[in-house]
């Protein structure tokens, strides 16, 4: 704990402690200001019509005349035992932590159970919260029949396309082996990152066991893309982020993990698309300028009245760099590089001529970082409509990494 962090602890602790004797004195020895208030110290009843020290109403004798002005006995006691909390409970909660920061006593537990639920296999999954706020995130346990638990931080259900939170069920056969499984998803904290995602199989005769964990980054789901009952992951390549723009301005292409058996890697068949014909090709090149141009009125753009036309605002090549970017990594993905380094070609803005060929250095060395740049590399295929060099040979050796 931080030096001044302790010293408001034990400021705070040492106040609630003192507030406490305080109540306790105030209390015993508290009078009714006023000297026509005259209440029975036993049942409260009002006596200012009464002479003497006798209750009219249940007999008491008061002491004497200033026993007549005090607080009440029940709330007295009730005003003690609160400062006696406060005096004594907060102190000693303290002293049972110092003693265990100095192993003199064993700890308590730094978790609480808040939620339990029981599977189909038998087997027990609890969430617990921490006991103090300075610890954070939730702690999942599941705990089978047979074997050992299974322990995660900051973890929750997440079973794609349905994302549903504890404590529903939400167990399903994902890898398609027959048994029921459940799939968390891990969450480490911080700006839109990062996730761990764990599948879970549950067995028939009560145990569990961890079968596969895929570190998503950024975010991921499982799906059956091709509809034979086993789930894909998919997610984008994340580690593309931030190489060639901020992180909302490149869409980054999208990766399928495939089920080996015994975990999850990545699919290219799944990923390989045909090359863009000529019409598709022309589409995109108007998708690539359309984009720019619905994003052109900005903060200095300017409208001419004579013509009715939109004179640009400045970060308008910008936008259009990037949705370049996006569309280019889009095609290296699917195994059309070639078509990607075309489009780059065609579509460079004109207004950042002098940036072409940095740019274009720039995307092959964000490539060469990618998790996956071998299985990229080896999905690529010609692309009929390429330019060749004089010997016949296709213009890009190396399509997913060089134009």
């Not at 050992?148 to 794609?160: K, S």
């Not at 904290?189 to 964990?213: K, M, P």
């Amino acid at each position: 704990m931080p030096f001044m962090e302790r010293r408001l602890h034990w400021l705070v602790l040492v106040s609630l402690a003192l507030a406490g004797v305080g109540l306790i004195l105030w209390a015993w020895f508290a009078t009714r200001r006023g000297p026509d208030s005259r209440r029975c110290p036993k049942c409260d009843f009002d006596m200012r019509s009464t002479q003497g020290l006798r209750c009219s109403e249940c007999g008491r004798d008061a002491k004497s005349e200033w026993h007549l002005r005090r607080l009440p006995a029940g709330t007295r006691r009730s005003l003690i035992a609160a400062g006696a909390f406060m005096a004594v409970v907060f102190p000693a909660i303290r002293a049972v932590r110092w003693s265990e920061d100095r192993n003199w006593t064993p700890p308590l537990s730094q978790w609480i159970t808040t939620s339990t639920l029981r599977l189909s296999n038998g087997a027990t999954i609890e969430i617990m919260a921490p006991r103090h706020r300075r610890e954070w995130g939730n702690r999942f346990v599941l705990r089978p029949l047979r074997g050992e638990p299974i322990v995660h931080e900051n973890a929750r259900f997440d079973v794609d396309p349905r994302r549903t939170r504890f404590p529903a069920r939400v167990e399903r056969d994902v890898n398609g082996d027959g048994l029921r499984d459940l799939v968390l998803m891990e969450y480490s904290g911080g700006a839109h990152c990062c996730e761990t995602y764990h599948l879970i199989s549950l067995w028939e005769d009560g145990s569990a066991r961890e079968i596969a964990t895929i570190d998503a980054a950024h975010g991921g789901s499982f799906t059956d893309l091709n509809r034979d009952r086993v789930d894909e992951f998919v997610m984008r390549d994340w580690s593309l982020a931030y190489e060639l723009g901020c992180f909302a301005c490149i869409e980054l292409p999208m990766v399928v993990l495939g089920w080996t058996g015994h975990g999850y890697e990545i699919d290219t068949s799944q990923m390989t698309k045909p090359p863009p014909g000529a019409d598709e090709f022309a589409s995109l090149m108007r998708k690539v300028e359309g984009l720019a141009l619905l994003g052109a009125i900005g903060a200095d753009s300017r409208f001419d009245p004579d013509d009715g036309t939109v004179i640009a605002s400045s970060d308008e090549p910008q936008r259009r760099r990037f949705r370049l970017i996006s569309e280019m990594l889009r095609l290296i993905y699917s195994g059309n590089a070639d078509a990607a380094w075309r489009l780059f070609d065609e579509r460079w803005p004109t207004e950042l001529e002098g940036e072409r060929e940095s740019q274009r250095t720039a995307i092959v060395a964000a490539l060469a970082k990618s998790a996956y740049r071998r299985e990229i590399e080896a999905m690529q295929r010609r692309d009929p409509d390429a330019e060749t060099e004089d010997d016949g040979t296709n213009r890009s050796a190396d399509a997913a990494n060089a134009p």
